[in-house]
């Protein structure tokens, strides 16, 4: 079989099959082997791994897995895609695609019907870039059975899902991401290995969920919105974007008191630890 993701190969296909590339869908395809290859590498997926992708697109790293992992479960949102996609694969008898938008799922009952038990289950993906940020959250909110995410994004979001305390990128979504999993960034990407080039550079990063996470947080719905409110205004207190998202002032102060943090401390010092610890002991008291 021909390799998909080469510059000829792709335009061989999108002029054969008519297909137009939809930019309000995040249509940028990859066009390069050796990134398709590393992509695959770094997810470490085996014959004995479970796959999830979304957004297969032409069908380029969805080839690459097809060859190295038991079963590869594609969610792909543009009806489009799925013949050229099913005449791509049609001898793989590991291959499932559902032609559905992935924020739309539900993913455990996916995961049920087509993995059964398995426990070895990875998500490999360069995802649509309008739609990044709510694909993770959704995933890691709803299903522990993915043990490991393997994503090409933006560089810019990559760098906030991967950012520690006091350093620039460090937000409610590294916190809300680092509380589940451990995250790494594991290749630099150049915006010119796409078809369309987009505007940004990109970069593959690594989630490995936590089988418990290391802190535990009593209410996570209080937990997550905790997170948002504490990071709602970048350039006041942590105590003031709290009173003006609506705690108490006085119980946000005795909590830190408690605590022993400081009061006039912004929540970009903060580590999950610290968080946990306050999220924990303000449900208690509000
Ligand atoms: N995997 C292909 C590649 O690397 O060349 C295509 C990646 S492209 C960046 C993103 C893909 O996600 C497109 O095929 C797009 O149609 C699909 N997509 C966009 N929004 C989606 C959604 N909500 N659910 C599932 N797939 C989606």
Redesign the pocket.
């Known amino acids: 079989m021909k390799r998909i993701?080469s510059e000829k190969e792709t335009s061989k296909i999108l002029q054969e099959k008519d297909f137009h590339i939809?930019k309000f869908?995040?249509?940028?395809?990859?066009i390069d082997q050796n990134v398709?290859a590393n992509i695959v590498d770094a997810s470490e997926v085996d014959n004995e791994t479970c796959v999830i992708?979304?957004?297969?697109?032409?069908?380029?790293?969805?080839e690459h897995l097809l060859n190295r992992s038991k079963k590869v479960l594609a969610?792909?949102?543009?009806k489009d895609?799925i013949p050229i996609l099913e005449e791509n694969f049609a001898t793989y008898d590991n291959f499932f695609l559902v032609n559905?938008?992935?924020?739309?799922v539900n993913i455990n009952e996916y995961i049920d019907k087509y993995f059964g038990a398995a426990t070895k289950i990875a998500l490999v993906?360069?995802?649509?870039?309008?739609?990044t940020t709510p694909?993770i959250l959704k995933l890691l909110s709803e299903t522990n059975r993915i043990k490991s995410y393997t994503m090409?994004m933006q560089d810019e979001v990559a760098n906030r899902l991967c950012s520690k305390p006091d350093v620039k990128d460090y937000n409610a979504l590294s916190v809300c991401i680092q509380y589940r999993a451990k995250a790494k960034k594991v290749l630099p990407i150049s915006r010119h290995i796409?078809v369309p080039k987009p505007n940004v550079d990109s970069a593959v990063i690594r989630l490995d969920t936590y089988d418990k996470p290391p802190y535990q947080v009593t209410d996570e719905t209080f937990f997550f919105k905790f997170i948002r409110d504490a990071f709602s205004q970048r350039r006041k207190t942590l105590v003031n974007n709290l009173k003006s998202t609506g705690y108490n002032k006085d119980i946000v102060l005795k909590v830190l008191e408690e605590l022993d943090i400081n009061v006039s401390i912004r929540s970009e010092a903060l580590t999950i630890e610290d968080f946990v610890k306050l999220s924990n002991r303000l449900k208690e008291l509000l």
Do not use: R, V
Request: hydrophobic fraction near 45%; charged fraction near 20%; glycine fraction near 12%.
């Open positions: 993701g939809k869908f995040g249509q940028n395809f990859i398709l992708e979304i957004g297969p697109g032409l069908g380029s790293l969805t969610f792909e949102i543009d895609l559905k938008d992935i924020l739309e993906a360069n995802l649509p870039y309008y739609i694909i090409m796409f």
